[in-house]
């Protein structure tokens, strides 16, 4: 999902090339990372022109050279989907809920869980907010999982959104921003229900 959004996040790349295995090892990642200092270019940059590396062998390249084009085709599929559409769609096309579920551990069943509520969380970000786009939704999931991580013993400064927040779990908050157009946000501004919500937030 990341990559639909950012095809140079280096990070969802090496998750996809390790889960579900692809053939496709640390070496390999390596040499791309040496292409990549060598032309100043991203990861996802280096992987469309991976042909041209010759230090990485045929067999690995055409491996390399599948997922680009998969992750390609999957991008412009997804291109005019709804949100929760968009997740699904990409969610079957990782054959992650399958390649946990052939691992039959403990946990196998609860991460495939964790993944099916991602759409529901998507159907319900579109009922509430249906102005979120793909960017919108990843960001608002990645702070959710910071929150759920907060280690409330640890003497830090926590920062996140207002939507990210359950309320009432820190003792002291500070937000910053109350200025019209970002709260309430503009996009909240032509509708009652919307500003109630964006005060209920508050």
Same mark, same amino acid.
């Given at each position: 999902l990341r990559l639909m959004t950012n095809?140079?996040?280096e990070q969802s790349w090496r998750?996809?090339?390790?889960? !579900? !295995?692809?053939?496709?090892?640390d070496t390999t990642i390596?040499?791309?990372?040496?292409?990549?200092?060598?032309?100043g270019r991203g990861f996802g940059d280096i992987l469309q022109r991976v042909k041209?590396?010759?230090?990485?062998p045929k067999v690995t390249r055409t491996k390399l050279q599948d997922v680009?084009?998969?992750?390609?085709?999957l991008r412009e599929?997804?291109?005019?989907l709804s949100l929760s559409d968009k997740?699904?769609?990409?969610?079957?096309?990782?054959?992650?809920?399958?390649?946990?579920?052939?691992?039959d551990v403990d946990e196998s069943e609860d991460r495939v869980s964790n993944l099916l509520q991602m759409v529901e969380a998507a159907?319900?970000?579109?009922r509430e907010h249906p102005e979120y786009d793909l960017v919108d939704f990843l960001a608002e999931i990645a702070l959710v999982s910071d929150v759920d991580e907060y280690d409330n013993a640890a003497e830090r400064v926590t920062l996140m959104t207002l939507h990210a927040a359950k309320g009432l779990e820190f003792p002291g908050v500070f937000v910053t921003g109350l200025e019209e157009n970002v709260l309430p946000h503009q996009r909240s501004m032509g509708s009652a229900a919307e500003i109630e919500e964006e005060r209920r937030l508050f």
């Open positions: 095809p140079n996040d998750r996809i090339f390790k889960v !579900p !295995p692809k053939g496709i090892g390596g040499r791309i990372e040496e292409a990549m200092r060598t032309f041209d590396i010759a230090e990485i680009v084009l998969q992750i390609e085709k599929q997804i291109g005019s997740v699904r769609v990409v969610l079957e096309a990782s054959g992650l809920c399958d390649y946990y579920r052939d691992q159907r319900e970000r579109e």
